[in-house]
């Protein structure tokens, strides 16, 4: 018979497990300093340049006191040395070294505190967040500066009803180069919008990371998707309305690796070698296309023949960079616009140029033939590992059939903007484009499974499923 008992065989009940507040804690710093990296032109159109370098100072003091202990709490033995982007690191030792033969010591110096704070930033989120608190990270981050951008935008428009000058200066008397203002209020007119970020092509390369992280995390199942959908409306709407004939390209070219990466994956790895030759055909066939139809191109995206003068600066930056074409004239980057140097070197709107508006080009200039080998060698890594890493079955024993995951799309599809970015603008080699390069790198690396190993331990607070997660 049954026998009654106040001892039931179950646990008892009990609370669901959380984060906990130290990492909890971590995540939030991160986003703080993600933003100060991604919108740090809002920064120092906001405090000025000492300002903005005080809070660059500050971040990095601060991710340093929570990225070294956490090396030492897991044993340095134990953290992967051997995983880090020692390439990308190397170019930044060489930056610092050229400060011995620079023509330009002072802002080597000074650019490359800003490199250096950037790179801890890198490593501190690469070590303490997973890829899915990356993603999550990046897209609080990319839904700020949006929405801060519509908000300046609407109130410069709406009720200060006049151009916006950086550190709020009182607008002077007499005709003033739009170029100088911080955000011009053409938000409901036919100009260009800046955003927050005070410049109309970094707006709308903000509004392309953005719709791509939020893909990812669409695709990953999370919840709150209709957020999510009207945050993309957004980024879009934004998008136009930045009008950036660089970011239109970068579109074109994202669409094309995605389709690219989600064949590979339907294709078997001992097939895909007909498909790569296939992939190569069609690029070249793309880039000879391009070539021949190129003025009509410029046309359709408003640029001249000239390409908005890029022409004239690659020339100016080709004839300083070959009289030192070894170990280059010293690192700056950016120029500063302040040094001998560059001040009134190369002008444009009566402004100086603070960077060659080529990444490759810039790399000769500051550490010639050297440096960019070691940038071409950290850029090769990166799109080598991050195509493998979006196309590859997860896998680590005999299970073949293990699902993939959306977001081992994201470097790859990151790797693809940049490196169209770095065409036409020095972006990749400064701030949020290098700390994409040194992040992806290194987490790729150290974590090349998305959810497995200690490093990559499921999130508790989740915005998805853990069933859709690779196990």
Known sequence: MAVYTKHPVGALPAAPPRETTGHLMVRAYSVLSLFCIFGHTAVY????????????????????????????????????WRRLPWTALGYAALALVSTLW???????????????????TALLVATMLTWQEIARALSTVLKLILGLSLAVELWVALLLRHPLLPNFVDLPEGKIDPHLYWVRGNLFDEGRIQGV???????????????????????????????LIFWAALAVVLLVKAGSATVYLSVAVVVAVLAAALIARAVSPGRRSVLY??????????????????????????????LTGRIEIWQAVWERAITRPVFGNGFSSPWVPWDPAFDGWIMNHGLSVFHAHDMWL???????????????????????RAWFFAVDRPRWDLDAQRPYSPLS????????????EG???????MLWGW????????????????????????????HGPQSRQVP
């Open 45 to 80: 159109n906001l405090v000025g340049p000492i300002g903005s370098g005080i809070v660059m100072i500050v971040l990095t003091a601060g991710a340093l006191a929570i990225w070294i202990p956490a090396v030492v709490a897991q044993r340095p033995t134990r953290f992967p």
């Open 102 to 120: 620079s023509r330009w010591p002072a802002a080597t110096l000074l650019t490359w505190t800003l490199l250096a704070a950037v790179t801890v």
């Open 197 to 227: 970020v005070g410049n109309a092509h970094t707006l709308a390369m903000m509004c392309l990371f953005a719709l791509i992280v939020f893909g990812v995390l669409y695709a990953t199942q999370v919840r709150r998707k209709t957020m």
């Open 277 to 306: 030759l296939a992939f190569t055909v069609v690029a070249v066939g793309g880039v000879v296309t391009a070539v021949l139809l190129r003025d009509r191109l410029l046309s359709l995206l408003g640029k001249g023949s000239d």
């Open 362 to 384: 810039d790399v000769f200039l500051q550490l010639g033939v050297v440096g960019l080998a070691l940038m071409a060698i950290a850029w090769l890594a990166l799109t080598w």
């Open 409 to 420: 799309l994201l470097p790859v599809l990151l790797a693809a903007v940049l490196l169209v």
């Open 423 to 429: 065409l036409a603008e020095s972006a990749p080699i």
């Open 435 to 462: 700390l994409l390069l040194v992040l992806l790198s290194f987490k790729m690396k150290a974590v090349p499974l998305i959810g497995v190993g200690v490093r990559e331990r499921t999130p508790v607070i989740s």
